[in-house]
């Protein structure tokens, strides 16, 4: 399984920093999250919007958890689901930051078997599948 999904998560990863950094931190509208869960940009929106089209067309049959999706129990039923923070340090991208990332993970049976962390601003890209080492 993660030899298959790391590539997706990858792709799926950098696809995601084009569209927020297509916004300016500062500038990007923003408001604050009910009961102080901090805040939320359009950014953050679009970012989610991006990833939840990518990779749920190509893993359909997988589950979905984002910060930025009302989360159901729909995702229960599921042996593997993504699980998205779609800038992850959303605070730093609103200063306009650089240490803001884009934090994609796949879990199998409750065990994260691959994850994407990338770092548009400074094009660093972390990725990990399980027995496949990290890069």
Avoid: C
Avoid at 34 to 55: H, K, Q, W, Y
Avoid at 59 to 66: A, I, V
């Amino acid at each position: 399984m993660p030899a298959a999904d790391l590539p997706l998560l990858i792709d799926a990863a950098r696809i995601a920093g084009r569209v927020a950094t297509s916004f300016t931190g500062p500038a990007a509208r923003r408001w604050d999250k009910a009961d102080g869960a901090g805040p939320v940009t359009e950014a953050d929106l679009a970012v989610n919007e991006v990833l939840m089209s990518t990779l749920r067309t190509a893993r359909p049959e997988y589950g979905w958890l984002s910060e930025e999706t009302e989360d159901s129990d729909q995702r229960l039923s599921h042996d593997t689901v993504f699980i998205i923070d779609p800038i992850d340090g959303t605070r730093n991208f609103v200063e306009g930051g650089r240490t803001w990332a884009i934090s994609i993970a796949i879990a199998h049976a409750g065990e994260v078997t691959a994850a994407a962390i990338y770092l548009p601003m400074h094009d660093k890209l972390y990725a990990a599948g399980l027995g496949a080492g990290a890069t």
